[in-house]
């Protein structure tokens, strides 16, 4: 066995192009998971997914400012670049890229991308400018890294919905792959944000992926109709004091328009507030229409 | 001398790509002139210029629906395809890419590219969707030519100073070069839609660039105040009975705003209409601040 050559950790763009593009030269492949850091076990399930896609694996480490609003969390999210650093070596991870954002970002900077009729639902209605900060930053790291695979987490079903869209609406040459929820062994999905919950608010927090469960139970013995299935969830998410819910819907996976009957790929979302912090999770499956 | 390899017309944009990824794998260089048709010398200087700039030249030529406002003239736009593509093998272009509007836009494409504050004004006052259109059409047409250098015509210069903006903010790998006007030997500017003039009209029609000529004539000898080159421009196309102003402005030519003194870069764009035919003109020039 050879030893895995160090990963590089490159800051400019330019570099980081370079390197994809000497690659590319040689006919191999390039697999893309873009993150904010902070890692947990679903960001590395994606780099190793992505060491399946290609022969070579480029992630990108960036708390992106353009897409937190002005009352959101981007100077308390959480951060520690060594330890990411160290968990991607330990993933066999190529290349770190590690931009900074006033490289990225020009002060007269101008250039908007909007995936209209997704981006202002759901996470979108709380999070109004959310969605276009996404679509910039990674539409950016797409150009700069020039993967042909881009590897998304299911856990922001809407956000890979929104850059799958983007995607094809701009033919941009990438094929965008999504990895499972990765979940604690109580059943919360992991989150960057989970360690900013209290030892009780970590308990209560499972209380989501319970409600999706029930759900995923009254769907399973044949409920095809919308509002016995919300009625569980708010229920389930109401028994739990330190819990408060922000939304749950039953919509089509495809448009995120809401379902009357649930019938082919469907993906419930939910967000709710454990204190001062915001967890989302969701369950996407395909439902075959009643009998 | 060899004979040069016939021009490929390519309609599928998978193809396109294959080809262009096949040049860029043996290290070529590839400009591209994208194009709605309907070739004059402007079109072809352009083809020209891609020619110097790199190994090979692709361009499009798609009269792009996004682009047009419902009152204009989308279905009107002067067509003649297999001309075009005579005039193209005679530049020697290697590809020429002709999309079907049916494969570029699916029917429920949703992502908009905006750039905000450049994209308004001007030629977006009486064209508040064009420069979106222009935008979608040409981040498509990038994302599946992947050119080094994108050559653009000044002749559009608000259209080429927002691409330029796009192609910066969003990190697209390409180098944006402008070609400058070509004029018919009266001064007018070289237009796909001077066919459309009637006789009158086309005697009349140079009267944009006599306008934009006194306005240089006056900056030479030294005047630097907006509003008398203004009066002066007003003058001359109220001389004129059959060209109706649209609106004219002295602008700095990185961003568009009015200037009040003229230094710097200078842009100075023009519309007018002869009879149902509205033609488009501009003066940009370096200008010193007056000793």
Same mark, same amino acid.
């Given at each position: 066995?050879?030893?895995?050559?160090?990963?590089?950790?490159?800051?400019?763009?330019?570099?980081?192009?370079?390197?994809?593009?000497?690659?590319?030269?040689?006919?191999?492949?390039?697999?893309?998971?873009?993150?904010?850091?902070?890692?947990?076990?679903?960001?590395?399930?994606?780099?190793?997914?992505?060491?399946?896609?290609?022969?070579?694996?480029?992630?990108?480490?960036?708390?992106?400012?353009?897409?937190?609003?002005?009352?959101?969390?981007?100077?308390?999210?959480? %951060?520690?670049? $060594?330890?990411?650093?160290?968990?991607? #070596?330990?993933? *066999? !991870?190529?290349?770190?890229?590690?931009? +900074?954002?006033?490289?990225?970002?020009?002060?007269?900077?101008?250039?908007?991308?909007?995936?209209?009729?997704?981006?202002?639902?759901?996470?979108?209605?709380?999070?109004?400018?959310?969605?276009?900060?996404?679509?910039?930053?990674?539409?950016?790291?797409?150009?700069?890294?020039?993967?042909?695979?881009?590897?998304?987490?299911?856990?922001?079903?809407?956000?890979?919905?929104?850059?799958?869209?983007?995607?094809?609406?701009?033919?941009?040459?990438?094929?965008?792959?999504?990895?499972?929820?990765?979940?604690?062994?109580d059943g919360l999905a992991m989150s960057s944000r989970n360690v900013r919950l209290?030892?009780?608010?970590? %308990?209560?927090? $499972?209380?989501?992926?319970?409600?999706? #469960?029930?759900? *995923? !139970?009254?769907?399973?013995?044949?409920? +095809?109709?919308?509002?016995?299935?919300?009625?569980?969830?708010?229920?389930?998410?109401?028994?739990?004091?330190?819990?408060?819910?922000?939304?749950?819907?039953?919509?089509?996976?495809?448009?995120?328009?809401?379902?009357?009957?649930?019938e082919g790929r469907v993906l419930i979302p939910i967000a709710a507030w454990l204190?001062?912090?915001?967890?989302?999770?969701?369950?996407?499956?395909?439902?075959?229409?009643?009998?």
């Amino acid at each position: 066995m050879t030893p895995a050559p160090r990963m590089a950790v490159i800051r400019a763009p330019d570099a980081v192009r370079r390197q994809t593009r000497q690659w590319r030269k040689k006919g191999r492949r390039i697999a893309f998971v873009p993150t904010m850091g902070f890692f947990h076990e679903g960001h590395l399930s994606l780099m190793r997914r992505a060491r399946t896609l290609a022969d070579h694996v480029v992630i990108s480490v960036f708390v992106n400012p353009t897409q937190f609003g002005p009352a959101e969390d981007f100077e308390g999210y959480p %951060r520690n670049v $060594p330890r990411d650093l160290d968990l991607a #070596r330990g993933e *066999r !991870v190529d290349v770190c890229f590690l931009p +900074r954002a006033e490289r990225l970002y020009a002060t007269d900077r101008r250039t908007a991308v909007h995936v209209t009729g997704l981006e202002h639902v759901l996470e979108g209605t709380t999070r109004p400018t959310h969605f276009s900060g996404v679509t910039l930053v990674v539409l950016k790291l797409l150009h700069i890294v020039e993967p042909d695979v881009l590897v998304l987490g299911q856990k922001d079903a809407q956000q890979a919905l929104i850059l799958e869209h983007m995607v094809r609406d701009l033919d941009v040459p990438v094929r965008v792959v999504r990895g499972p929820i990765v979940r604690e062994r109580d059943g919360l999905a992991m989150s960057s944000r989970n360690v900013r919950l209290s030892p009780e608010e970590r %308990r209560a927090a $499972p209380v989501l992926f319970r409600a999706l #469960r029930d759900a *995923r !139970v009254l769907i399973t013995s044949g409920e +095809r109709r919308v509002e016995p299935i919300l009625r569980r969830i708010r229920a389930r998410i109401a028994e739990e004091p330190l819990a408060r819910l922000d939304y749950v819907a039953i919509v089509d996976a495809r448009n995120l328009n809401p379902l009357e009957r649930l019938e082919g790929r469907v993906l419930i979302p939910i967000a709710a507030w454990l204190g001062t912090t915001r967890l989302i999770d969701n369950l996407e499956l395909s439902v075959r229409a009643a009998s």
